[in-house]
């Protein structure tokens, strides 16, 4: 096991065990809310899939590692002077997209440059709207924070047609330029690294046995994606059940995901063993009701957010509330760097082609920290832009 965690291990071991098996990657993929099928087979070997149990183990452990050598650009053009940025947010609620948000801001003030934040509030009209604003503005360039641009095609054609470089953050499911729709680049990490290396820590951490509930927002295609890849990823290990598929919309988890916690709890009590969440948030809005139903803020279940890494995640990680472990975006980094493709694109340059490494926060690699943000990323920027 590659962590230390506080619950007892006899209490451990038999949630553990009483896990339902999963037999087959067929079963899995029918495994939606509500279903709580159990299958007959039973896994061999000391753990419920023992070659893919040990290359997720290698995997997690590489990931877990804090000293990361900077691989991003080390030289570039200098800063362009008296550029605007609008970011669009698909919702300020959602810690990812504040993060990357400030994260521009931040650069922004470095090079020199205006940066306005337009809240599309998480709804498709909401969006739209806020597009629409951005557009108007005519400014430099857009961010499209977190949405889908194909929801605001006839806008982000009127920026293009006038010119405004549009830069997507997690806005299409690739890193890197995008032809349709037209972005000079996608600011992401790659979400099949993440997706995998999210269900590897389940697999790892239960020792190939587990009972699992997934959440996801089946609204955005970039985290529908990301939840069907885990899925994908956990049907590798025949010793790991899909109890639940649970979809809760990112604007309505503050409402909607107590309920469901609560529901889940009662419908499958010990079986379940870990949860993953493409976004950290539903772990924050789940904390009052594992805490009303007497769950240890240790687990299990086990909990590990797929994405995103806001403080408050790594604040439940290190002090073991509700959250075991999250794979962070490098929030801050991701902002920065937003900036700096602008600014190769203004000078006419190519996109830096960077794509961030997939990282694993548990209490026992970020005690006290509250961000992943390794060393190097402004310091390289700020020589980049001659600053």
């Known amino acids: 096991m590659h962590r230390t965690r506080k619950a007892a291990p006899a209490v451990r071991t038999a949630r553990l065990a009483s896990c339902v098996l999963l037999a087959t990657a067929a079963a899995l ?5 509500g279903s709580s099928e159990s299958a007959d087979e ?3 070997g000391a753990n419920g899939c023992p070659a893919v149990h040990t290359r997720a183990r290698e995997a997690v452990a590489r990931a877990e590692q804090t000293d990361i050598a900077w691989g991003g650009p080390t030289g570039g053009p200098e800063a362009v002077s008296g550029k605007t940025l609008v970011f669009v947010a698909q919702t300020m609620t959602n810690p990812g997209v504040a993060g990357a948000a400030n994260g521009v801001r931040d650069a922004a003030r470095t090079i020199g440059w205006n940066v306005r934040v337009i809240d599309g509030g998480g709804t498709p009209a909401g969006i739209q709207a806020a597009m629409s604003e951005a557009v108007a503005l005519r400014p430099s360039g857009i961010v499209i924070g977190g949405f889908d641009p194909d929801s605001t095609a006839q806008q982000a054609a009127r920026a293009n047609a006038q010119g405004i470089e549009l830069i997507g953050w997690h806005a299409v499911p690739e890193p890197g330029p995008s032809r349709q729709p037209d972005l000079f680049t996608n600011v992401t990490t790659r979400v099949q690294d993440v997706a995998r290396i999210s269900a590897q820590w389940i697999i790892s951490d239960s020792d190939g046995r587990a009972g699992v509930v997934l959440i996801t927002d089946a609204s955005i295609p970039f985290a529908r994606n990301k939840s069907d890849l885990i899925r994908e990823e956990l049907a590798r290990c025949q010793g790991v059940r899909l109890l639940s598929v649970e979809n809760i919309p990112i604007p309505d988890a503050s409402s909607r995901t107590p309920r469901e916690i609560s ?15 493409i976004n950290d948030l539903y772990f924050a809005d789940a904390a009052p009701a594992f805490r009303a139903a007497g769950e240890k803020g240790s687990g299990p279940p086990y909990n590990i957010g797929a994405g995103d890494g806001d403080p408050s995640a790594f604040q439940r990680v290190n002090n073991e509330q509700y959250q075991a472990a999250t794979v962070p975006e490098p929030l801050s980094l991701q902002g920065w760097q937003i900036v700096d493709e602008f ?3 203004f000078s006419g ?3 830096s082609g960077y794509v961030a490494p997939v990282h694993i926060a548990t209490a026992d690699n970020s005690e006290g920290a509250s961000t992943w943000d390794p060393s190097g990323y402004r310091e390289a920027y700020r020589k980049s832009w001659g600053k």
């Not at 993929?29 to 809310?33: F, L, Y």
């Not at 529901?263 to 969440?277: I, P, Y």
């Open 29 to 33: 993929t029918g495994c939606e809310r």
């Open 42 to 44: 039973t896994a061999t």
């Open 263 to 277: 529901s889940l709890l009662s419908r499958f009590q010990d079986r379940w063993t870990h949860s993953v969440a």
């Open 343 to 345: 600014n190769r694109a």
């Open 349 to 351: 340059r190519p996109d």
